[in-house]
């Protein structure tokens, strides 16, 4: 079965400063997905950032960029110019036949 | 273009009992998946289905169960409810199958008493 691990429970950035949080997976699929999901407190998960697997090319969404190396099979998010928003879960996931979630990171940004 | 909605938002029965939660997925998404959260474990995939049809299937006991209309709307059971299976129920919509980004629901906060 494919894994999603993300090894940092919880992490904490000053405003302002950057931060990047962990992800690494184990796939067997060929062609895959690789997403980051935010989730603030007490609300809905919404979509950070999407990498698919084929591109060579890290993706940036704004102040979210990646940092995906294939054959290390690791993913991390870096958050650049961290705001009191970002404070959230952070869940790391790839597709299969099916997604595949980490555990999360609790993310806080300290003012 | 409206997102995910769930229904009811919170939920509080007793062991032994069953309920019945609602997802409805955003207008033109076909797939439909169901997810466990409970704090420690992250996500746990449930089920996902797509044209009315169960694609895939996670890893829990058949008291769990789900069925998607034609309209896409889906509906997860679980019967003969237990204190573990207190957690939020998240239900997430995409256009095709896992392979596209999935738009989640708020979510329906389940409490077994």
């Known amino acids: 079965a494919q894994t999603v691990t993300q090894s940092q429970p919880e992490m904490s950035v000053q405003e302002a400063e950057t931060v990047t949080l962990s992800c690494t997976y184990d796939?067997?699929?060929?062609?895959?997905?690789l997403f980051w999901y935010k989730q603030p407190p007490s609300r809905q998960m919404i979509l950070v950032i999407r990498?698919?697997?084929?591109?060579?090319q890290n993706a940036t969404e704004n102040r979210f960029s990646v940092n995906f190396q294939k054959a290390a099979k690791s993913f991390s998010l870096k958050i650049s110019d961290s705001q009191l928003g970002d404070t959230a879960m952070y869940f790391c996931?790839?597709?299969?036949?099916?997604?595949?979630f980490g555990t999360g990171t609790s993310l806080t940004v300290i003012p | 273009k409206a997102g995910v909605t769930q229904t009811p938002r919170y939920l509080i029965k007793t062991r032994g009992q069953q309920v019945t939660l609602s997802c409805s997925p955003i207008?033109?998404?076909?797939?439909v998946s169901w997810y466990q959260q409970t704090p420690g474990q992250g996500l746990q995939f449930l089920f996902e289905?797509?044209?009315?049809?169960?694609?895939n299937k996670g890893n829990f006991p058949g008291r769990f169960s789900g069925r998607q209309f034609s309209n896409s709307r889906s509906e997860m059971n679980v019967s003969t409810l237990e204190l573990g299976d207190s957690a939020l129920y998240l239900c997430?919509?995409?256009?095709?199958?896992?392979?596209?980004?999935?738009?989640f629901g708020p979510g329906t906060r389940l409490t077994v008493t």
């Open positions: 996931a790839s597709t299969g036949n099916q997604f595949y």
């Open positions: 796939t067997s699929e060929s062609n895959y997905y």
């Open positions: 289905y797509f044209s009315e049809t169960q694609r």
């Open positions: 990498q698919e697997a084929y591109k060579q």
């Open positions: 997430a919509s995409s256009l095709e199958v896992a392979d596209y980004e999935q738009y």
């Open positions: 207008s033109g998404h076909r797939s």
